[in-house]
């Protein structure tokens, strides 16, 4: 837009110096002085000043108030629509929201907690709905952070413990839970590490909060346990053979050391 009218006030320049140096050489045939009808001058420079205004859109600024009288609203119009940045406050003066949009059309929001911390990011692009979600513990640490696309959980999912470590982190495919899929004890080690296929579980291993393997499941077509899993000892040994029903353990079978060999190839 300002470009639009820098080249429109040139265009004026230019014209009155024309003007100007027709007069000053108008009679003199020698010098091949410029002639320039008055009344045509006079249009062109109409509908220059015509485009210039008509190039400024009109732009307004209105508030809304709390009953306290605190600004709880602050729009931006364009030709009586929404445009712009449009700010909401808490009563108590903090900033609470943005929201951007674009001649009467949202394409973007933001929403913030009393002690200025993002709480939630949208936008829109090609006409997709993009989310971005953030949930606080009460204490104020970071707790989780979601994307959706279109209201459903799209890419990774992180959750977090107050002391800023992770907890868990799941990716998603269209809404369902695809791929990786990793929990953490509280001093960082990875608690299981599960593999998921349209929203079920395939495998799963569980660790020991020291960090060694425990645990070794396998899933079936259906995300039950509905088979045997593996058990190991802090030192990597076989320990024992579980057993389950509908994912409920049934029976528990210890291994001695001399029968480990058995499973080596299971």
């Known amino acids: 837009m300002l470009n639009i009218v820098k080249l429109l006030m040139k265009i004026m320049y230019f014209i009155v110096g024309w003007v100007e140096r027709s007069e000053t050489h108008q009679n003199s045939a020698i010098n091949g002085g410029f002639r320039f009808a ?40 364009r030709n009586g629509k929404l445009h712009g940045s449009i700010e909401e406050f808490y009563e108590t003066g903090e900033l609470q929201a943005e929201y951007n949009y674009r001649s009467g059309d949202l394409i973007g929001k933001k929403t913030f907690s009393r002690e200025g911390k993002l709480e939630y990011e949208l936008r829109y692009k090609n006409n997709e709905k993009y989310e971005i979600q953030f949930q606080y513990y009460t204490s104020g640490e970071l707790f989780r952070k979601r994307n959706l ?77 509905n088979g045997t899993s593996k058990e190991y000892d802090k030192e990597g040994n076989l320990m024992a053979i579980r057993y389950y029903t509908e994912d409920e353990m049934v029976k528990r079978n210890k291994i001695r050391p001399w029968l480990r060999w058995i499973y080596m190839f299971d």
């Open 149 to 225: 696309i279109n209201g459903k959980r799209e890419g990774l999912e992180i959750d977090y413990y107050r002391n800023a470590n992770k907890k868990a982190e799941r990716n998603y495919v269209n809404g369902k839970k695809d791929g990786s899929a990793k929990g953490y004890h509280y001093n960082g080690n990875l608690q299981g590490d599960w593999v998921f296929k349209n929203g079920e579980p395939v495998s799963a291993i569980i660790f020991y909060n020291s960090g060694e393997k425990w645990l070794q499941h396998i899933f079936d077509d259906n995300g039950h346990l």
């Open 38 to 77: 008055l009344p045509t001058l006079q249009n062109l420079m109409i509908v220059m000043m015509m485009l210039l205004v008509s190039s400024v859109q009109a732009e307004d600024i209105d508030k809304k108030y709390y009953d306290s009288g605190a600004v709880q609203f602050q729009y931006e119009y």
